[in-house]
Structures are given as C-alpha cells and as structure tokens.
Nanobody
Framework: QVQLVESGGGLVQAGGSLRLSCAAS????????MGWFRQAPGKEREFVAA????????NYADSVKGRFTISRDNAKNTVYLQMNSLKPEDTAVYSC???????????????WGQGTQVTVSS
C-alpha cells in the first residue's frame, strides 16, 4: 500500500505562489504515475496535473498551463506542485494521488492523500 501526505497549502493573495508537496510512504513503484487534483466548494474533483515517475512525462489542465508545474524527486518519494500567479478560482482542496497508469482520469487513481487547503484571496 501507498500512503500519501500533502503539505504546503495555506492562504495567499491573488498573484502569489505556493508550493505543494506530496510525500509517499510504504511503497512507491517506479512505474506509478502521480497526479494532483483539486475540489472547490460545491464542485466535483477535477484534474490539475500529472507526471509519470519513470518517464518524466507531464500533463496539465488547460486552466493551469503556464502557471503550475508538477515535478518529482524519486529519491525522496515526493511529488511537488509549484503554483504561480494564483487566482481566486484556484481556491480548493488539493489532493495528490497515485496511479498505475499515466492518466488524467480521476477514476484511474488508486491511492489518495487527505488533501491540503489552498485559499487565494482578492
């Protein structure tokens, strides 16, 4: 099993930046893809970004392209989400997840963290 723990969320003004971290423990396979998802109040969970641990390929939702960057450090079993130029509409609970496949589909992710709150004001 894989346990995922997010950190780095908080309050930030529009235009600011945050870096989220997702630390994996228990077992992280090199073939696992990792993804970031978010869920705003009253909305369904949506895909934000994904990365393939072994291949280094990335994918982003159109809404965050050019502003967010997903990266990985396999030696630390950690995936990051650098969020720049934050907007109020980015406010959500951000969760990291692990999948056996490199995919943007939320239903394909098997392991989930508890999430970290990101609130963008102004």
């Amino acid at each position: 099993q894989v346990q995922l723990v997010e950190s780095g969320g908080g309050l930030v003004q529009a235009g600011g930046s945050l870096r989220l971290s997702c630390a994996a423990s228990g077992r992280t396979f090199s073939s696992y893809a990792m993804g970031w998802f978010r869920q705003a109040p009253g909305k369904e969970r949506e895909f934000v970004a994904a990365i393939n641990w072994s291949g280094g390929s990335t994918n982003y939702a159109d809404s965050v392209k050019g502003r967010f960057t997903i990266s990985r450090d396999n030696a630390k079993n950690t995936v990051y989400l650098q969020m720049n130029s934050l907007k109020p509409e980015d406010t959500a609970v951000y969760s990291c997840a692990a999948s056996r496949l490199f995919t943007t589909l939320v239903r394909m992710y098997d392991y989930w963290g508890q999430g970290t709150q990101v609130t963008v004001s102004s």
